[in-house]
């Protein structure tokens, strides 16, 4: 069966009347494929034999007529886009083929140029439903819920490399920007690998507070400081057999770095407060969003501890490398974001996604999907446009809030609005970059914690959805 998604069929019992529209309509329609057929039988052979887009049929026809042609034609197509053509008294009639699933109706005589138009935006509607058809196939075949879901050649490189280090026990230093998904891929390095049946424990370093992040890590006994009151394993003895990955490894302090080192050469730990070590066995995987070589040379990370972690390095690309699998990620996040919300499904227009495609992410992967999500909630209807993207991105809407609307509202509610706008951004953006980490985003910021909380609770962000 050869498909031909462009093509468009005339169909009516009058040979000139046929003939003529697709005289008429073939250059009014580049790219387009026009044939026709005399009766709604072989209209139904013609589609069996070769499917299109746009179906135009005559609803009054000898034998099969074009409400019963709707019907069938339908059956077996069902995103043909079928354009019925009626006489003025035939209005009733026409009605019902429209909620029968016809796309559109016409009455004779036609105006070919007006026919062209809506034939124009059947071809338009069959290629978005094409496209949304073929974006959801991949994210099924990829998972919904994977956030390193890609088609592009940098992707392509980070599943090779995510496969290649797996099959090896030897550390990896995952590399890239906050919120590209190394913790992803960390996740995807456990499950592919032979400790897949093991513990897979992640811990946030910067997180932890300094003076607690060598108990957290390798463990104390009773009495090693105060409020020491039993003895705890840490997270390198939980994970034996398995995997820990040090994520943000760039910032934990100097002293721990060392202990930590030690660590990477012996294979065993001390838990602090202890004279006993013990041995473990545990893959390591260390991420990081900063620059080490340059910590190393402001002496603010140890050399010899860069080399132990850098064995193996797999980096992960920031979306503005691989826009082109912004549509697959975007399409992904909303059949997520509607099933976790459970509002009914919706889908993004062309332009949409072209919009999304088009914008800067600099909280990555991790940033569009709080963006979709957003968008899941307050954009009504089943189809999310341009429009409700601008709309829902301060950074693209008039930063002086002078549309049609704002106009008519007082000076004080419009700055308002601005300023709640600027406020959602920028903390939004903050906690996108600490991960969720309200203490961290209060520090970066130079707020008050408890007055970073009461914006949060204000706008209705929970630091949650950013861990």
Known sequence: MNDTPHRVLIVDDQPDFARGLVRLLAPKLPGATLGHALSGEAALEELAARPCAVLVTDLRMPGLSGLELLTRALSAQPRLGVVMLT?????????????????????????SEHLARVVAKGLEREALLRENDRLRAVVAACGADQGLLGQSPAMAQVTEAIAAVAGSDYTVLIRGESGTGKELAARAIHS???????????????????????????????????????????????????????????????????????????????????????PIDVRILAATNQDLEA?????????????????????????????????????????????????????????????????????????????????????????????????????????????DEALGTPYLEAKARVVDAFTRRYVERLLAQTRGNVSEAARVSGLERVSLQKILRRLGIAAEGYR
């Open 295 to 403: 910590k190393i040379a402001a002496k603010s990370f140890r050399e010899d501890l860069y080399y132990r972690l850098n064995v193996l390095t797999v980096r992960l690309p920031p979306l503005r490398e691989r826009r082109e699998d912004i549509p697959l990620l975007a399409t992904a996040f909303l059949a997520r974001a509607c099933r976790e919300t459970g509002i009914g499904e919706k889908e993004f227009s062309a332009e949409a996604l072209a919009a999304l495609a088009g914008r800067d992410w600099p909280g990555n992967v991790r940033e569009l999907f709080n963006f979709v999500r957003r968008l899941t909630v307050f954009c009504r209807g089943d189809v999310i446009g341009p429009k409700a993207v601008a709309t829902a991105d301060p950074d693209q809407s008039d930063p002086a809030g002078e549309d």
């Open 192 to 278: 592919l690998s032979r400790r897949s049946g093991g513990p897979f424990l992640s811990v946030n370093c910067p997180a932890i507070p300094d003076q607690l992040l060598e108990s957290e890590l390798f463990g104390h006994v009773r009495g090693a400081f105060t409020g020491a009151e039993r003895d705890r394993r840490g997270l390198f003895l939980s994970a034996n057999g398995g995997v820990i990955v040090l994520d943000e490894i760039g910032d934990i302090p100097m002293s721990v770095q060392t202990k930590l080192l030690r660590v990477l050469q012996e294979r065993e730990v001390r838990p602090v407060g202890s004279s006993k070590s013990s």
């Open 87 to 111: 006489a003025h008294g035939d209005i009733d009639t026409a009605v019902a083929a429209l909620k029968a699933g016809a796309y559109d109706f016409l009455t004779k005589p036609v105006d």
